[in-house]
Each structure stands twice: as C-alpha cells, then as structure tokens.
C-alpha cells in the first residue's frame, strides 16, 4: 500500500478518502505491472477509470465543502488544481472510449495519477492541517 502515515492533514473524513484513492491507485499500478497481455487488463482500466471519474468528484466536493467551512484561504488555488486533475482523468476517458488505449497509455495513466495524488496530497492538502493548527483546531 502506498499511504504513508505523513500524509495524513488530520481531518478523518479527508483522510479516509485519501486512504481509499491510494489503495485504489496501488491495486491499480499491481494490475498493471502484472505480467500479461495488456488487453487482459482492460477491464481493470476501465473499472480504475470509472472509479476515479466518481470518486474524485464526491471526494473533491467533500474537499472543497470542508475548506469553505474553515475559511481556507487557498481554496480557490485548491480549487484550480481538482479542476485539472478533473480534467486529466476525463482525457484518459476519452482516449479509452475512443478505443485509442494501448499499453503505453496505460502505463502513462498510472505513473500520472501517482504523481498527481502523492504531489497533491503529500504537499497542497497538507496545507490544510498547517492552516488548521495554526488556528488551534485538531488536524
């Protein structure tokens, strides 16, 4: 599993979802990395992609609902970054209906989605905690 303990910001529902992201991610990069044929784990992209297109959006949504309620002054920067990412996960939709999905594109679309999530989650979201304590919450 690739979650690490540093990536916790303190807030259990936000945690929680990012447990669940990087379990997903590291059953995903498994897949993936497994030794046959590519077409074999079509469907295991299809369901990862399915998967990420719902759930980033309800944890997104539920992300952004907590920064409102804090008052959390990098939301709309916070914001920018899950509309990319959004949108980096839609292209990848796209090229898998349009059939244009090869082993390549497979493997390109889980290094991104670790990167993104490590990067995002391992440094923007951190901030959060940082501005919670700074404000003598719990996180």
Do not use: C
Not at 67 to 74: D, K, R, T, V
Not at 115 to 126: A, N, P, R, S, Y
Request: zero cysteines.
């Amino acid at each position: 599993m690739m979650w690490k303990e540093r990536y916790r910001i303190g807030v259990d529902v936000i945690d929680n979802q990012h447990k669940e992201l990087f379990d997903r991610l590291s059953r995903f990069i498994q897949t993936v990395q497994k030794d046959t044929i590519w077409e074999d784990k079509m469907d295991d992209v299809k369901e990862t992609l399915d998967f990420m297109k719902e759930y980033v959006i309800y944890h997104f949504n539920d992300e952004e609902r907590y920064q409102e309620e804090i008052n959390y002054p990098e939301l709309e920067e916070h914001r920018e970054a899950h509309d990319k990412f959004r949108e980096g996960i839609n292209e990848y939709v796209r090229i898998f209906e349009q059939g244009q999905f090869n082993e390549e594109k497979i493997k390109e679309f889980a290094a991104k989605l670790m990167t993104w999530l490590i990067m995002h989650v391992g440094k923007m979201d951190q901030r959060i905690g940082e501005y919670v304590r700074s404000k003598g919450g719990n996180a």
